[in-house]
Structure formats: structure tokens, C-alpha cells
């Protein structure tokens, strides 16, 4: 009887904790990763059957709305609408062009892709083994509403490098895209998630916009640091549940919640 009533009082408890978190009158934006769209079991694949499903909930219930959109409404200068996504991908594999980029076509929306540019074309040496998108298909998606940035040259962790390493890897990178493209490169995104203030301070010197990081952030609001977007990461085990969950933030709290109880 005991144990009832405090599982019934800890679930009370959360929800209205979650449901207290919720209430702001500020906007705010989430920004998604994803990496592959393909079969490949790998953790950093997801299939083209549950991407077309996470795209179709978020069209239907969200503004899509792009990287130049964030950062405008982070500077102040414009604001979002209440539910609003930002889409982006990671590394730049082949099955993005395949898969996702029809979609978002079709559907005029946009979308960002970060590129590793030392291995488009060829196969990246990293999970999941995936070929990645060559020139003319980063150029014919760079002419309808996608985002090109940098992921730099070879995928490399940042921290390990010296500094003028760092900024080598990072501007190589956006010079090649902007050459094969033939449009400027505003955004970034540190490989691996990892970046330190040293590397920040570079990037924002070196005429981006913005730059993203993050597996497990919270939404963009205004006057977050532009230079250190958070973003949330699309996971293969993601039920669609999870899904949902993620977009709301509320995944910590489902967690949480399942922690206490198997705990009690």
C-alpha cells in the first residue's frame, strides 16, 4: 500500500514538474541531427521507413524552418513560430541525397547538411561505412533550399589538434564548399561534439554565422550563444514514442520517471 502511494504521488509529481517546465512565454526552436537514412543497423542509421514516418509527424505538426531562421531569431532579429524544427545531417552520406532530400524537395523545406569534405565521393572511415554525397549532388542540393556547412576536412577531434591545425581543417573545409558550390559558407559543425572555448572563439572569428554541437540539448532560445547551438540527436532505438518525446524535451523526464520507479 505503501509503495502505491508514493509510485502514485512520484508520477504526480513529475508530470506536473514536466508540465511547470513547460510553461514559458519565450520562444524557442529545436534543432535535430540525424546521420544516415539507410538499413545499415549501425546506431547512426535510421531507416528510410522511420525517417519518412519522423518527417511526415513533423510536417504535419511543426514549422520546418532553416539554420539562417535560428540565428536570426538567437540575434534578435526575427522571431519563430511556436513549434518550430530545424533539421540538419551530419557527415553528408549518399542515402541523405536518396532518401531525405526528395522529400524535403517535394515538400519545399529546408534542411542543413554538414559535409567531410577530404572523402566525398569515397567511403567515410567512420560508422557507419557509409559512401558519402559527391560534388554534383552537394552542388544540385545546394541550388534547392539545402544548407551546405562544414564538418571539416577529415573528421578529426578538434581538441587533439593545435589550434592552427584546428583552423586549417575548418577553413580547407568551407573554401572547397564554397568553390564547388559557388555560395558562402555560414555554419559549422564540431566533429564529434567536441569543441572547447579556444576553438569557439576561432570560429567566430573566421565568418560563419553559427556553428552546432550537441546530442542531447535543449531548445534554442533567444540569446543563446549562436556559436555553440545545441542540437537533438536522432537515434536508430528512438521509438517513435522517443521521438515525440525528444522534440518536447520531455524524454529527460520520461527517463527520470522510469529511473524512480524501477528504483522504487
Given at each position: 500500500?505503501?509503495?502505491?502511494?508514493?509510485?502514485?504521488?512520484?508520477?504526480?509529481?513529475?508530470?506536473?514538474?514536466?508540465?511547470?517546465?513547460?510553461?514559458?512565454?519565450?520562444?524557442?526552436?529545436?534543432?535535430?541531427?540525424?546521420?544516415?537514412?539507410?538499413?545499415?543497423?549501425?546506431?547512426?542509421?535510421?531507416?528510410?521507413?522511420?525517417?519518412?514516418?519522423?518527417?511526415?509527424?513533423?510536417?504535419?505538426?511543426?514549422?520546418?524552418?532553416?539554420?539562417?531562421?535560428?540565428?536570426?531569431?538567437?540575434?534578435?532579429?526575427?522571431?519563430?513560430?511556436?513549434?518550430?524544427?530545424?533539421?540538419?545531417?551530419?557527415?553528408?552520406?549518399?542515402?541523405?541525397?536518396?532518401?531525405?532530400?526528395?522529400?524535403f524537395k517535394e515538400n519545399k523545406c529546408p534542411?542543413?547538411?554538414?559535409?567531410?569534405?577530404?572523402?566525398?565521393?569515397?567511403?567515410?572511415?567512420?560508422?557507419?561505412?557509409?559512401?558519402?554525397?559527391?560534388?554534383?549532388?552537394?552542388?544540385?542540393?545546394?541550388?534547392?533550399?539545402?544548407?551546405?556547412?562544414?564538418?571539416?576536412?577529415?573528421?578529426?577531434?578538434?581538441?587533439?589538434?593545435?589550434?592552427?591545425?584546428?583552423?586549417?581543417?575548418?577553413?580547407?573545409?568551407?573554401?572547397?564548399?564554397?568553390?564547388?558550390?559557388?555560395?558562402?559558407?555560414?555554419?559549422?559543425?564540431?566533429?564529434?561534439?567536441?569543441?572547447?572555448?579556444?576553438?569557439?572563439?576561432?570560429?567566430?572569428?573566421?565568418?560563419?554565422?553559427?556553428?552546432?554541437?550537441?546530442?542531447?540539448?535543449?531548445?534554442?532560445?533567444?540569446?543563446?550563444?549562436?556559436?555553440?547551438?545545441?542540437?537533438?540527436?536522432?537515434e536508430s532505438s528512438d521509438s517513435f514514442l522517443?521521438?515525440?518525446?525528444?522534440?518536447?524535451?520531455?524524454?529527460?523526464?520520461?527517463?527520470?520517471?522510469?529511473?524512480?520507479?524501477?528504483?522504487?
Open positions: 500500500m505503501y509503495l502505491t502511494i508514493r509510485l502514485t504521488l512520484t508520477v504526480f509529481v513529475y508530470i506536473v514538474l514536466y508540465l511547470i517546465s513547460k510553461l514559458t512565454l519565450q520562444p524557442e526552436a529545436t534543432i535535430l541531427v540525424y546521420h544516415s537514412v539507410s538499413d545499415n543497423k549501425s546506431p547512426y542509421s535510421i531507416s528510410p521507413e522511420r525517417f519518412k514516418r519522423q518527417f511526415k509527424y513533423l510536417f504535419d505538426n511543426y514549422s520546418i524552418i532553416s539554420l539562417d531562421e535560428i540565428v536570426s531569431f538567437v540575434k534578435g532579429e526575427k522571431n519563430v513560430p511556436k513549434k518550430s524544427v530545424c533539421i540538419t545531417f551530419d557527415d553528408g552520406f549518399e542515402s541523405v541525397y536518396k532518401v531525405a532530400y526528395p522529400l534542411f542543413t547538411v554538414f559535409l567531410t569534405t577530404g572523402f566525398c565521393g569515397g567511403i567515410l572511415p567512420l560508422p557507419p561505412y557509409e559512401k558519402l554525397l559527391n560534388w554534383e549532388q552537394v552542388k544540385e542540393m545546394s541550388e534547392n533550399n539545402v544548407t551546405i556547412g562544414v564538418h571539416t576536412v577529415n573528421h578529426l577531434d578538434l581538441t587533439n589538434l593545435d589550434i592552427k591545425e584546428v583552423e586549417k581543417e575548418i577553413l580547407e573545409s568551407k573554401k572547397e564548399i564554397e568553390r564547388k558550390t559557388g555560395k558562402k559558407v555560414k555554419y559549422l559543425a564540431y566533429p564529434f561534439d567536441r569543441w572547447n572555448w579556444n576553438i569557439v572563439n576561432l570560429v567566430s572569428k573566421l565568418d560563419f554565422e553559427g556553428a552546432v554541437n550537441g546530442v542531447k540539448g535543449h531548445p534554442i532560445k533567444l540569446g543563446a550563444n549562436r556559436f555553440i547551438l545545441r542540437r537533438v540527436n536522432v522517443m521521438f515525440k518525446l525528444k522534440l518536447t524535451r520531455a524524454d529527460y523526464w520520461f527517463e527520470s520517471l522510469k529511473n524512480e520507479i524501477k528504483r522504487l
